[in-house]
């Protein structure tokens, strides 16, 4: 072992342990199914087993070794100013992060790191870019020493400016799990559950008996029946599934405030424990899927700098801090994640009727493109499509006109005294009160029929998340001075007033208190 | 009643030889399908009337769109930098307008392709730290747009923080 220069430490050396059981738990993954694949009948399974073992336990001690080397070769340590990682085998790497930098502190540990008491640690500094200095990680440390570095390193002196309650924020509250099975992902499991099957059957030369199997156990139903079965097979895997992932993702949830910033634990077999600081937040967003909603229920995410890079290995999306719960739940969550109840107590302004329009325009267009096509093939081939083209219309327009006048009555945007708030959104609706200082730009988009009905579509740009929160279809003017006020100076030397024409191609420039113009000017030809 | 506002024009209109640039790049990757469509046409008998048909509605489409789009794209395209902020106008049909704050710009480039370089045009890229897209203006004279970024360096060298 080499000997440890002053403040330099080392990772855990039980890292091999886990490397060596991961490697050697994903390789008899693959072998069984090849294994039973290869193997006919009446050939003997010893010779195959031991080439098997034999492959996987060369594999694993090739990755004990490399893992080995790695952990010996890697320090890190933390001064007073920086944080650095030094990794000096084969190839030498060094990396060092500034300590004032550190913005975050995420620990995460998979279920065989927890058995042995493990945690991986990234320390990012919430820059969106993937440059070196951005963010390191130690892989894995010892539990407790990760939990020292979260706090030593989030740790502030200053008082945190916004008035803030400490401690809880929320925690699980396992009444929420009946929101899980409403939401997307139920039918993309049970979608994905049948993928499966098919996938897994031809790895074992057995997909033509899982067919006669189907058709064995649903021998009495016609083929409408049994479309119907395996629909409702679908969809209770579907939700069976939901509940599972809610149950792994949000095990023992708690969103407590720590020395200002935001502390969230969450997670049944892989644990995460993810940290926001109060200066990378830029706004909440409220998110109500179309069931969830009508059930009374919303989520909450995060809208904040250093968030749009997903971490390589959780595939969690970070930015929610409070799964789908009670809607006051919800707005008192945004509210406390705030410091201020924009978020829900902002009253927004309808846009105008011309939006609306535009959205019933759009619903009837997407129902009479698959109607038209029907209707041109039924009248040149046969009239059963005739038949399926108008019911197809009888049935999908009251769902279009309907869709539209929502996605019209989900249009919103208001001013709070710290935050823009915007509302859009069919299906899902979404509510994001977004920090008035921390909107970077404007980009204003028009198309040909927005010029038409005086519309345009704002987008307030931003450091966080996706980049743009816009307000869809607002009229021309109520968008500029909307704008205007959001983000006082910015906007302003670009506009200029309009009054109406004159004759002779003459306009004022402006009109005083009395309404007699003072100052005539020849129109530009534009 | 309170004053009716609108957005004003960027003041600088771009150079006028992106016009000429735009016709020929559009010019050049329609012509590419086109010749396709004709040798195939010529060289395969059976299929020459539908090859042909195709040409030609590719041809009554491409050939307005050549003369017109980048005739109107150029009466569209403005930009401005004042010193607190860059303005741009760009798109024809579909049109957008962006404005980004001095103090959070992060970095300037300037890009130039082969057929820009035959124009003498380049195209400046300026950055903040959104992810959702830099601004670009295109269709700047080559030794404007450097002088343009030369501009831009200097004043968001001078800015403090990290522009978020």
């Known amino acids: 072992m080499t000997t440890l220069e002053e403040g330099w430490r080392q990772l855990h050396p039980r890292t091999v342990v886990v490397t060596v059981l991961t490697v050697a738990g994903i390789l008899a993954g693959v072998a069984i199914p090849i294994i039973i694949g290869v193997l006919d009948d009446g050939d003997a399974i010893l010779p195959i087993l031991l080439i098997a073992i034999a492959g996987i336990v060369v594999v694993s001690a090739v990755a004990a070794f490399v893992d080995t080397m790695r952990y010996r070769h890697t320090t890190y340590r933390v001064t007073d100013e920086r944080i650095e990682l030094r990794y000096s085998w084969v190839l ?17 540990a998979n279920p065989l790191q927890r058995v042995f008491g493990l945690a991986k640690v990234k320390i990012g500094t919430g820059q969106q870019t993937r440059d070196s200095g951005s963010h390191l990680t130690l892989d894995p440390v010892d539990k407790a ?29 396992w009444r929420w799990i009946r929101f899980a099975p409403i939401s997307v992902t139920t039918p993309i499991l049970g979608a994905a559950a049948f993928g499966a099957i098919m996938q897994v059957s031809e790895w074992f030369n057995a997909q033509g008996a899982v067919f006669r199997l189907v058709r064995y156990l649903f021998e009495d139903l016609s083929a409408v029946g049994l479309v119907g079965a395996l629909v409702v097979i679908g969809v209770v895997v579907g939700i069976v599934g939901s509940l599972g992932l809610f149950v792994e993702m949000w095990f023992r949830y708690r969103l407590t405030r720590e ?3 935001l502390l969230m634990t969450r997670g049944l077999l892989n644990t995460r424990s993810l940290t926001l600081e109060q200066r990378r937040l830029r706004g909440v967003e409220l998110v109500e899927g179309l069931g969830v909603r009508m059930l009374g229920a919303a989520r909450v995410d995060v809208v904040a700098t250093g968030m749009s890079q ?7 999306d970070p930015k929610t801090v409070l799964p789908a719960a009670p809607f006051e739940v919800a707005r008192r969550v945004a509210t406390e994640v705030l410091g201020s109840p924009a978020a829900t107590a902002t009253s927004l302004v309808a846009h105008p009727r011309a939006a609306r329009a535009r959205r019933l325009r759009w619903g009837l267009f997407a129902v009479a493109v ?11 081939l046969t009239t059963v499509l005739l038949h399926l083209a108008w019911i197809l219309a009888v049935v999908l327009t ?9 996605a019209y009555r989900n249009l919103g945007h208001g001013l709070a005294s710290d935050h823009l708030v915007t509302r859009h959104g069919v299906g899902a609706r979404r509510t994001v009160a977004l920090l008035r200082t921390g909107v970077i730009g404007w980009t204003i988009t028009r198309s040909p029929f927005q010029r038409r009905a005086g519309l345009m579509t704002i987008h307030a740009t931003t450091a966080a998340n996706k980049g743009a929160y816009p ?4 009229d021309e003017v109520d968008g500029l001075r909307f704008a205007d006020e959001a983000v006082p100076g910015l906007l302003t030397p670009f506009l200029e007033p309009v009054t109406p024409r004159g004759e002779d191609g003459l306009v004022c420039d402006g009109v005083d208190p009395e309404g007699n113009v003072f100052q005539l000017r020849q129109r530009d030809a534009l | 009643m309170e004053q009716q506002v609108r957005l004003r024009p960027p003041t ?8 000429r640039y735009w016709m020929t790049s559009e010019a050049l990757s329609n012509g590419v399908v086109a010749i396709v469509l004709a040798v195939l046409a010529f060289l395969i008998e059976p299929a020459r009337f539908w090859l042909l048909l195709a040409l030609g509605v590719v041809l009554v489409i491409a050939i307005p769109y050549i003369i017109v789009m980048p005739l109107w794209r150029y009466r569209v395209h403005r930009w401005e930098v004042t010193d607190d902020a860059v303005y741009t106008r760009t798109g024809w049909l579909w049109q957008e307008w962006r404005i980004a704050p001095m103090s959070r710009i992060q970095t300037v480039d300037t890009a130039r392709g082969p057929l820009e370089q035959a124009f003498r045009l380049s195209s400046v890229t300026v950055t903040t730290a959104s992810a959702a897209g830099p601004i670009k203006i295109k269709g700047l004279d080559h030794e404007l747009a450097a002088d343009l970024v030369e501009r831009l360096t200097e004043v968001t060298q001078a800015n403090k923080g990290d522009a978020t």
């Not at chain 1, 109607?371 to 039924?378: D, I, M, N, P, Q």
């Not at chain 2, 600088?12 to 016009?19: E, F, H, T």
Request: hydrophobic fraction near 40%.
């Open chain 1, 92 to 108: 030498h790497k060094r990396r060092s992060v500034p300590r004032e930098r550190v913005r975050t502190v995420d620990l995460t």
């Open chain 1, 145 to 173: 020493v990760a939990e020292e570095l979260r706090r030593l390193l989030l740790h502030r002196e200053a008082a945190p400016s916004v008035e803030q309650t400490p401690g809880e924020l929320a925690k699980l509250d």
């Open chain 1, 259 to 261: 020395d200002g910033n």
């Open chain 1, 310 to 316: 997903k971490s390589d290995d959780d595939k969690t």
């Open chain 1, 370 to 380: 698959p109607v038209g096509v029907l209707a041109v093939l039924g009248w040149l």
């Open chain 1, 398 to 406: 009251p769902v279009a006109v309907l869709l539209a006048l929502e």
């Open chain 1, 471 to 474: 307000v869809y279809d607002i």
């Open chain 2, 12 to 19: 600088n209109k771009v150079d006028p030889r992106a016009v």
